[in-house]
């Protein structure tokens, strides 16, 4: 049965001498990982080789399209793979020519050592000639290709580029605040959460994720999202940082084309009446007014008469019924006269210039000469010392923080 390795089976020439290549055959399964093994017709299941000549007869370097079409987002750049629009990275046309070529021309896997250039040629605005040259090893023959795929560009719109371009919108977050507008901070702070959240989910590679809309309203600001996650992401945010709460609530919108439900919701966001800084006079309450902390969980601050430590209770929530009196940034500086006692202290009053006896706070430094006090409807106040990196932003955590009172083991902002 030796005849049958010494000549071809498809063209009977003698095959040459393989006795010194079987002989290096490390695995000793007989057959070597360069040829290619063909059925023998005689023998079903049998497997025999071919001679090179024959081999090559047969052989296809590399299999290529004779032209390719690429779908390509005018707007971003998105190329269209499968049935869906993926973003490529490319800088330009070629670019995505490059990319789609190499990801269509496939070379036989019996090559080795495979490398290949390729030279764009603009033919016009919409079609790039790729010429691609290839080389390899083949049953130890050096082998070599050239190919020439031309690639057409078909400028479309993405199925995101379309949606912003129509306006397309699945979810609205709702800036308002009880009992008051947002300020411009407030404001500012929830759009630039909602252009961040996007990006990172963007660079996710979630190419749902826009926003569509940003619209400020007299009582607040409007913004809509390609999403729900975004819109409850974006609400969720602003509520950890400034306290308050979120409402949504499910519109039905329209029916899809397989005729299930789609809603839209609206996350209804409200900001907490007081903000750290404010000072407010709590109705019912006759210890004086406070200068608010914080506002998240349930409202806290510090007394302006004695310095103590408020925190409103579960019910009231971040919403004591209170008055406003003014803000911190009102206080003037007031020259100190002198200290009565360890309740009193002598200023001057802001607006009369007489000196005035006032209620000493336990933060009051005895030895400084001005202090800032805050003249409102309840009368003459001493605040602590501003400390311009804490204002609206207070925290139980921070190192220091006129504001907080000593510490409590179990205080939590939270
Ligand atoms: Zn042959
Ligand atoms: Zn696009």
Redesign the pocket.
């Given at each position: 049965m030796n005849e049958s390795r010494a000549f071809?089976p498809?063209?009977g020439?003698p095959m040459p001498d393989r006795s010194a290549s079987d002989a290096s055959d490390a695995d000793g399964t007989g057959s070597d990982d360069h040829r290619d093994d063909v059925a023998d017709p005689l023998r079903p299941g049998a497997e025999v080789e071919?001679?090179d000549?024959?081999y090559f007869d047969d052989f296809d370097f590399v299999d290529a399209p004779d032209r390719i079409d690429v779908r390509v987002c005018a707007q971003c750049g998105a190329v269209h793979r499968g049935n869906r629009w993926v973003d490529v990275g490319a800088e330009d046309y070629t670019d995505v020519a490059v990319e789609e070529v190499s990801e269509a021309l496939g070379v036989h896997v019996d090559v080795e050592d495979v490398a290949w250039q390729v030279e764009p040629e603009q033919v016009d605005q919409n079609t790039i000639r790729m010429h691609c040259y290839f080389t390899g090893v083949a049953r130890g023959t050096p082998v070599e290709e050239q190919v020439t795929v031309p690639v057409r560009i078909a400028r479309q719109t993405c199925t995101r580029c379309g949606r912003i371009a129509g306006d397309y919108y699945a979810s609205i977050v709702q800036i308002r605040a009880e009992k008051r507008t947002p300020t411009t901070e407030e404001i500012d702070r929830a759009k630039e959460i909602a252009n961040t959240t996007v990006a990172e989910m963007e660079a996710t590679g979630d190419r749902n994720a826009f926003v569509t809309e940003m619209s400020e309203t007299d009582d607040g600001l409007n913004i809509r999202v390609s999403t729900n996650k975004i819109g409850k992401k974006i609400s969720n945010k602003m509520i950890q940082e400034f306290g308050g709460t979120v409402n949504d609530a499910e519109t039905l919108v329209t029916e899809d084309s397989d005729g299930n439900e789609v809603y839209r919701v609206t996350f209804a966001v409200r900001l907490p009446p007081y903000r750290p800084g404010d000072i407010i006079d709590l109705v019912d309450d006759d210890q004086g007014p406070v200068l608010v902390r914080s506002a998240r969980g349930n409202l806290k601050g510090t007394r302006v008469r004695t310095g103590e430590r408020y925190e409103a209770s579960y019910e009231e929530g971040n919403a004591p019924e209170a008055r406003k009196l003014g803000e911190r940034e009102d206080a003037v500086e007031t020259t100190v006269v002198t200290v009565e006692d360890e309740n009193a202290v002598q200023v001057l009053d802001p607006e009369t210039y007489q000196a005035k006896t006032v209620s000493r706070p336990d933060y009051f430094d005895p030895d400084a000469e001005t202090v800032p006090a805050l003249k409102s409807r309840a009368g003459l106040h001493i605040l602590p010392d501003p400390d311009p990196d804490s204002v609206g932003d207070a925290d139980a955590n921070e190192p220091y923080d006129p504001y907080a009172n000593p510490p409590e083991g179990d205080e939590s902002d939270a």
């Open positions: 071809c498809r063209c020439e071919i001679c000549s024959c």
